[in-house]
C-alpha cells in the first residue's frame, strides 16, 4: 500500500547548471547602481523643495503687496500759520514723529486710526519737516518737506516770558503793517495799531491768562493780505499778596491765586519768613501777633507755576 515516490533529479541539476553564478564583480555594480538612484532621487527632492521655496518668493514679490500708507499727504499753509499731515495707512497708525530742521523730535501717539488727519504749527522763515509714520506693526516711512515763506505776506511770532505771566507777539511785514489783532479763546477783540515811523515791525506784550487758553493773533499788511495764527497757551496770572491789621494785636498776611499757590512770603523788620502751601491752596493766610513798636514789612508769594506777586510794603506802629 506504501508508495515511494521518485525524484527526478536529472533536470533540477540541468537548471542548476544553467543558472549564472554572482561573483563579487556583479554585486559591486548593482550596489554602484543603487548609489547612483539614489543620489539623483535625493537631487531630485532637493530640486523640488528649492523650486518651492524659490517659486514661494517669486508669488510673494508678484502678489501686490499692501503699502504702509495708502496716501499721504503734508500740505503747508503760510496764511494760518500751519501744516496739516493727513491721509490712509493700512495697518493703523501707532504713532506721528516729527521734527523741524535738526530741533528735537516731537510724537503724536495714535491708537491704530486707519485715517490721518493731524495739524501743526508752521515756524516762521523756511524750514524743511520730517515726519516719521509708524505703523501698528512697527513699520515706519518717513517724509521730508520744505516750507519756504512767502515774502508778500506778514510773518507773526509767539513767545511766552520764563514765569509764564505774559505772551509776546511779534508781527513784521516786508513793507508795512496796517494792524495786528488778538483775541483770547471767544473772547473780545483786541486791535494794536504800529508805531508811526515803525509801521514795518509791530511789538506787543499781553497779560497771559491762567490755564490753558487759545491765543488768536490776526496781522494785516498795507496790501489787504491777512496771517493768522492760533496757538494754545498755557499760561498764569501772577499772584496777590497783602497785609492788614486785625484788632490791633495782630497782622494777617495773604495771598490768593487762580492756579494755586506755592508758598507766602513776608518779612518783619528784615527778618525774613516762608509759608510753604499743601495741595495748592487758591487762598492762604497767616496771622502775626505783634507787640508795642515800629514795624517794617513786605509780603509776597510763589504760584504752582513759578509766577511771583508783585512786592507789598507796609509799615505799622503799635
Not at 11 to 21: E, H, I, L, V
Request: glycine share 8%; proline share 4%.
Amino acid at each position: 500500500m506504501n508508495q515511494i515516490l521518485a525524484v527526478d533529479e536529472g533536470p533540477k541539476k540541468q537548471r542548476d547548471a544553467k543558472m549564472p553564478s554572482k561573483t563579487p564583480a556583479d554585486i559591486r555594480k548593482v550596489i554602484k547602481v543603487f548609489c547612483i538612484l539614489t543620489i539623483l532621487f535625493g537631487i531630485a527632492i532637493t530640486g523640488q523643495g528649492v523650486y518651492a521655496l524659490v517659486n514661494n518668493f517669486s508669488t510673494d514679490a508678484d502678489v501686490p503687496k499692501q503699502t504702509m500708507q495708502d496716501n499721504i499727504t503734508i500740505t503747508g499753509d503760510n496764511t494760518t500759520g500751519k501744516v496739516t499731515i493727513s491721509g490712509t495707512v493700512a495697518n493703523g497708525v501707532s504713532q506721528i514723529r516729527y521734527r523741524w530742521n535738526e530741533e528735537e523730535e516731537q510724537t503724536i501717539s495714535k491708537n491704530g486710526e486707519t485715517e490721518i488727519n493731524e495739524e501743526i504749527d508752521l515756524p516762521v522763515g523756511n524750514n524743511t519737516l520730517t515726519v516719521i509714520i509708524v505703523d501698528m506693526r512697527a513699520k515706519e516711512e518717513e517724509y521730508t518737506q520744505e516750507f519756504k515763506e512767502d515774502p508778500t505776506l506778514p510773518q507773526i511770532a509767539l513767545g511766552t516770558n520764563e514765569d509764564g505771566t505774559k505772551i509776546r507777539i511779534v508781527a513784521k511785514d516786508t513793507v508795512a503793517l496796517s494792524y495786528i489783532t488778538y483775541q483770547w479763546d471767544d473772547g473780545e477783540v483786541q486791535t494794536i495799531n504800529p508805531t508811526p515811523g515803525s509801521e514795518a515791525q509791530i511789538e506787543q506784550e499781553i497779560v497771559a491768562l491762567g490755564g490753558t487758553h487759545t491765543l488768536t493773533v490776526t496781522a494785516v499788511n498795507t496790501s489787504g493780505k491777512t496771517v493768522t495764527k492760533t496757538q494754545e497757551v498755557q499760561g498764569t496770572s501772577k499772584p496777590l499778596a497783602g497785609a492788614r491789621v486785625e484788632d490791633q494785636a495782630h497782622i494777617i498776611f495773604y495771598a490768593t491765586d487762580t492756579d494755586g499757590l506755592a508758598n507766602l512770603k513776608f518779612t518783619i523788620n528784615g527778618q525774613e519768613y516762608i509759608l510753604p502751601a499743601e495741595g495748592a491752596p487758591k487762598e492762604l493766610e497767616y496771622s502775626f501777633e505783634v507787640k508795642p513798636g515800629h514795624y517794617s514789612m513786605t509780603v509776597t508769594a510763589e504760584n504752582i507755576y513759578g509766577a511771583v506777586a508783585d512786592t507789598q510794603e507796609f509799615v505799622y506802629d503799635y
